[in-house]
């Protein structure tokens, strides 16, 4: 199970990139692309499970707090719910503005009596998606600005004890590299520091 679960494959489709452009995909691809057109009731099923998979993975690997497969950094999880959020609200609007009526067939086949307008059907339906829809996705969105920032807070204050406790190591790391770099500063500057003294102590003599 350990084997999976690190595998190459796995740390390449939660990827949370990957995830979002998954999510959001299936939706061009289906009703814009022109793949959904209602089918049988085991394909609907078929759908709503691949729709509920897709989905699960995207919240798993942008806010949720079980291990990832590859652990990915906080502002790559901002990035991939932005990508969704943005990608998702396109959709919606070109599914609102369409032209076409997604399945018009089998919805006609239906002859439910009420309600027959298709076209003003999608788009009611297009401007609910975007009332209910796009919530759960602008939620992930601030949690995972708010876990990036929950991060970075928690990166500080772990640099602030290590300073602490140990001193700061890139500072005199950094001024060591600068000494290398110039070797004869300090030199010249002990020199100069040198010169001064001895000239001050010559002052009273010659006065």
Do not use: C
């Amino acid at each position: 199970m350990r084997t999976i679960f690190t595998s190459t494959a796995l740390r390449w489709i939660t990827h949370p990139l990957v995830a979002a452009l998954v999510l959001v995909g299936t939706f061009y691809l289906l009703y814009l692309g022109g793949l959904y057109e209602g089918g049988s009731y085991p394909g609907r099923m078929v759908l709503d499970i691949w729709l509920l998979a897709v989905g699960l993975v995207f919240f798993w690997v942008t806010v949720g707090i079980d291990p990832v497969p590859g652990p990915q950094r906080p502002l790559t999880r901002v990035g991939a719910a932005a990508v969704a959020l943005a990608g998702y609200a396109f959709f919606l609007v070109a599914l609102i503005m369409a032209e076409f009526v997604i399945a018009a067939e089998f919805y006609t086949s239906l002859q439910l009596g009420w309600f027959d307008d298709l076209a003003a059907n999608q788009r009611l339906g297009g401007n609910l998606a975007w009332a209910v829809g796009e919530l759960p996705l602008l939620l992930a969105t601030v949690l995972a600005i708010m876990r990036w920032g929950s991060v970075e807070n928690r990166r500080a204050r772990q640099r602030d004890d290590q300073v602490d406790r140990d001193g700061d190591r890139e500072l005199a790391a950094y001024n060591a590299m600068l000494n290398g770099l110039h070797p004869n500063t300090r030199t010249s500057a002990a020199a100069d520091k040198k010169a001064s003294n001895h000239d001050f102590q010559r002052e009273p003599e010659n006065g």
